[in-house]
C-alpha cells in the first residue's frame, strides 16, 4: 500500500513538514522516518509540523509526533505543531492527548518566527 | 432518508482504520453535526477501529442513524471475535494497556461520545457501542 505524499522542505536553517489531511498508520510513521533523516541530512535547528489540513489527531498520530519532537529535541532541535484546527483541538484535549515538549503556533508564519527566538536544541 | 440511515464496514487490514474514519465523517456530516462533534466522532471511531484491528485483527464496524424523545443521533457498534477484555473497568481508566499504545483508546472514546457500553467475554469477543447525540 502506497502512503500518502509526505512533503518535506528545507528552509534556511529549518524543515517545513506538510502532514497530509487524513494520514494512515504507515504515513505517519514514514514521516517520522524522514523527518529525523532531513534533520540529521541538513543538519536543521528546527522544525515546523503544518498540521493545518489535519482532520483527525488519534492517539496513535499524537503517540508518534511526541516521540517525533524527543527526537528531534535529542538530536539538538525545536519542533513546532503549527495551525491546529480548533476541532481538533478540542477533541484533543477531551481525548487526553498531550504533544510533550512541541511548542506551537496558530500557523506556519508565527511558527517560523517562534523558532527564530527559540534557544536551540534541548539542552541534551 | 432511509438509504443512508445505516450501514456496515469491515475491518481487516490497517488501512480500513483510515477508511472507517471517512464512512463515520460522511455519515454523521450527513445527520448534521457539526465539525467539532463530527471530529470527535470520527477520532472516537479510529480509536475503536484500531482496537479492533490490533487485538483481533478484523471484525466489523456498524453505524446507524437513532432517535430518542424526538433527539437524532448516530449509533457506532464495533464488534470483534478477539481475545476478549478480562477487566473491562480496567480497561476503562485512562493509561491502561496490554500493548504499547497509550491507553487512552476505550476511556478517550468514552470522554468523546455521550455514551458508551462495552461488552466482552474473554475468548469470544469484544462488542462496544457508542452514541452522540444531536444538539438541539
Known amino acids: 500500500m502506497a502512503t500518502e505524499n509526505i512533503s518535506v522542505i528545507k528552509l534556511r536553517n529549518l524543515l517545513l513538514v506538510t502532514v497530509p489531511p487524513d494520514p494512515d498508520d504507515q504515513t505517519v510513521s514514514a514521516l517520522q522516518e524522514q523527518v529525523l533523516q532531513a534533520m540529521a541530512q541538513h543538519e536543521c535547528r528546527g522544525l515546523v509540523l503544518d498540521i493545518s489540513t489535519v482532520e483527525t489527531l488519534d492517539s496513535f498520530f499524537a503517540r508518534t509526533i511526541a516521540e517525533t519532537v524527543q527526537m528531534v529535541g535529542l538530536m539538538g532541535g ?10 481538533v483541538a478540542v477533541t484533543a484535549t477531551q481525548l487526553g492527548l498531550t504533544m510533550g515538549k512541541a511548542l506551537t503556533a496558530l500557523d506556519v508564519d508565527r511558527a517560523l518566527d517562534l523558532l527564530d527566538s527559540a534557544p536551540s536544541g534541548d539542552g541534551v | 432518508m432511509n438509504a443512508a440511515s445505516h450501514g456496515e464496514f469491515r475491518i481487516g487490514s490497517e488501512s480500513d482504520i483510515v477508511a472507517a474514519r471517512k464512512v463515520v465523517r460522511n455519515a454523521a456530516t450527513a445527520l448534521g453535526f457539526g465539525i467539532t462533534d ?33 433527539r437524532l443521533g448516530l449509533e457506532l457498534t464495533f464488534e470483534d471475535s478477539g481475545p476478549g477484555i478480562p477487566d473491562v473497568a480496567k480497561a476503562m481508566e485512562a493509561g491502561f494497556t496490554t500493548s504499547k499504545g497509550l491507553g487512552l483508546g476505550l476511556p478517550g472514546a468514552k470522554r468523546l461520545m455521550d455514551e458508551m457500553t462495552v461488552r466482552s467475554q474473554v475468548g469470544k469477543g ?11
Do not use: C, P, Q
Open chain 1, 78 to 87: 525545536r519542533t513546532v505543531l503549527a495551525g491546529m484546527r480548533a476541532s
Open chain 2, 126 to 136: 469484544t462488542t462496544v457501542e457508542v452514541r452522540k447525540w444531536l444538539r438541539k
Open chain 2, 38 to 70: 463530527v471530529t470527535r466522532i470520527v477520532t472516537a471511531a479510529s480509536e475503536l477501529t484500531r482496537n479492533i484491528y490490533h487485538y483481533a485483527r478484523s471484525g466489523v464496524m456498524r453505524w446507524r442513524a437513532i432517535s430518542r424523545d424526538a
